[in-house]
């Protein structure tokens, strides 16, 4: 079916490691974005895609690092997780800029210990 | 820069009630407005959108919404409320979406 996966649903991991979290989706859409939702703030955008090899950072892309090799891939990596990055990582798509988000996944929850 | 505010952090209304959620935001042109839908443990499903043209938006699940420029609001209105539409509202606003921190609504049978 079409849509967007994340993957893991649930990751539970130590400070100081690397975890990634991926995203994949299936409509070809030119346009991802990571978002991290926290008690109190809504969803804050990490980084956005534009297309394959084209990424820009958004509100909060502090200690986070992205690559788009592949349309339909979109993966996050936090490269030395920390207790404050613990939260629920969302992906999402749209097929044009002002179009968006359109589409979402089901999260990730990440809990950093 | 553009930021938005959605005052109400709970809302409880009664099933058939009619609802109205509060957005507010701060942008310098005219900006693309976006409401959205999240229900526990998935992520969030578009409700409406607003680009330009007609100020009063039809969306999905029978809600709508009114940009008012004046007043810098883009309020989300149901005239019926139903059980399944107890959820977290989110309002966003610009290209990429900057999220309001949402409303939590509660339906009462």
């Known amino acids: 079916d079409a849509g967007i996966t994340q993957s893991p649903r649930y990751k539970i991991t130590e400070t100081g490691r690397q975890v990634t979290l991926m995203c994949h989706q299936t409509w070809s859409h030119s346009y991802m974005f990571w978002y991290r939702q926290d008690l109190g703030h809504g969803l804050r955008l990490i980084y956005y895609s534009a297309a394959a090899d084209i990424t820009d950072k958004g509100e909060v892309p502090d200690g986070y690092v992205v690559s788009r090799s592949k349309t339909e891939n979109f993966p996050l990596t936090l490269e030395s997780a920390t207790r404050s990055q613990t939260s629920v990582y969302f992906c999402a798509s749209s097929e044009s800029w002002n179009n968006q988000p359109q589409h979402f996944g089901d999260g990730t929850r990440l809990s950093i210990l | 820069a553009q930021s938005v505010t959605q005052p109400d952090i709970h809302i409880t209304v009664s099933e058939g009630a009619s609802l109205e959620l509060r957005c507010n935001y701060s942008?310098?042109?005219?900006?693309?407005l976006f409401w959205y839908v999240q229900s526990p443990g998935q992520g969030l499903q578009l409700l409406l959108k607003?680009?330009?043209?007609?100020?009063l938006v039809q969306g999905i699940k029978g809600f709508e919404a009114e940009f008012k420029r004046s007043q810098s609001s883009f309020n989300l209105r149901k005239p019926s409320v139903h059980w399944s539409d107890a959820a977290e509202y989110f309002c966003a606003v610009g290209a990429p979406g900057r999220f309001g921190a949402g409303t939590r609504l509660t339906v009462k049978p």
């Open positions: 942008y310098g042109a005219t900006p693309y």
């Open positions: 607003y680009f330009s043209g007609d100020t």
